[in-house]
């Protein structure tokens, strides 16, 4: 086909400059992308058009029920979990999890949350332990459908602990007398600055008894013939990579993106959710009680060599 000087060729005059050429040409490729962009985000919300896999990850870690930022609490995780459930319609929730437990009070409200959400939007959780994963820790894991760690990952640790200091023998050398006035007997139990009565200790292992009994029913609720049932698997004891997967306390070694690219695609998009720190909280306001939290948790985690 043959132009003139005065032709035009979609919408283009021949005679225009090449700058402008080019401009109008990168114009029309801008709006076309920002057009598929849009079009790929609305395909989640508009059943007969096909998109992309869309994995949520939600990343879980330090102690479990401290009071530092990123601090894991039901209060905290809440809002997260639930955003991570309902936007976009995930195909699946990917845990990131490296906590060496905490509070076994909100290791089950978080895990019972976790599990209501999957049930309730029917979508799958699958957890992956980066290097730890022990006591409340692994409790999170195991709300998971699936679990996966790495070779050097530390899991297990299935039991409950109680620790403190006696302080009694201390204020004795130095003079001090402590004056405590309770109604009911059993209101100072315990208690660092008095010396350990037999039966405070019998009362408090009694209660350590009921949570590992909780702790236990929950893992094998969530893991069921999955766990070898020739081993003692909730003494407290640790297992790493291939040894928990032998025992049956992971599914297999693992990690996130791979994984779930081999599950769903190259292709697959990965949101990303997580704690928001407090406006103050940006500006140092809050230096004094995450120093503690982090003092805290170093402790924690050193009790895995880590």
């Known amino acids: 086909m043959l132009f003139d000087g005065s032709s035009k060729q979609a919408g283009v005059s021949v005679n225009e400059p090449k700058g402008e050429t080019e401009r109008i040409i990168k114009s029309a490729h801008l709006v076309s ?6 079009i790929e985000k609305m395909k989640r919300f508009i ?44 195909d699946a929730v990917a845990l990131q999890i490296n906590s060496p437990g905490g509070s076994p009070v909100q290791s089950s409200l978080i895990g019972a949350r976790i599990r209501r959400l999957s049930e309730e939007k029917e979508i799958p959780v699958i ?14 894991a195991a709300a998971a459908d699936e679990i996966y760690a790495d070779e050097s990952s530390v899991v297990g640790s299935i039991g409950v602990i109680s620790a403190g200091f006696g302080a009694h023998v201390f204020l004795a050398k130095q003079g001090i007398e402590r004056r ?18 037999e039966e405070d200790v019998a009362r408090l292992k009694v209660m350590l008894e009921q949570i590992h009994t ?18 003692e698997l909730f003494t407290g004891e640790i297992w790493v990579g291939d040894a ?20 769903f695609g190259d292709k697959v998009n990965f949101k990303r959710y997580g704690p928001k720190r407090s406006f103050m909280s940006r500006f140092g306001a809050q230096f004094a009680n995450d120093a503690l939290s982090g003092i805290e948790e170093r402790a924690q985690f050193a009790r895995f060599g880590l």
């Not at 957890?127 to 999170?140: I, K, Q, R, T």
């Open 214 to 231: 909780n702790f236990i029913r929950h893992v094998q609720k969530r893991r069921g013939d999955k766990l070898d049932k020739a081993r």
């Open 244 to 263: 928990a997967k032998e025992v049956g306390l992971i599914d297999g070694i693992a990690h996130l993106v791979p994984a779930m690219k081999a599950r």
């Open 47 to 90: 059943p007969f058009l096909k998109s992309e896999p869309t994995v949520a990850v939600v990343r879980l870690s330090g102690v479990i029920g401290g009071n530092g930022r990123g601090a894991l609490n039901d209060q905290s995780l809440a809002p997260v979990l639930e955003k991570a459930f309902s936007r976009g319609k995930p």
């Open 127 to 140: 957890a992956f332990v980066e290097d730890v994963a022990a006591s409340g820790g692994y409790w999170l």
């Open 180 to 197: 405590v006035y309770t109604a009911g007997t059993s209101k100072s139990m315990l208690d660092p600055f008095k010396p350990e009565a």
């Open 33 to 38: 992308r920002t057009w598929a962009i849009y």
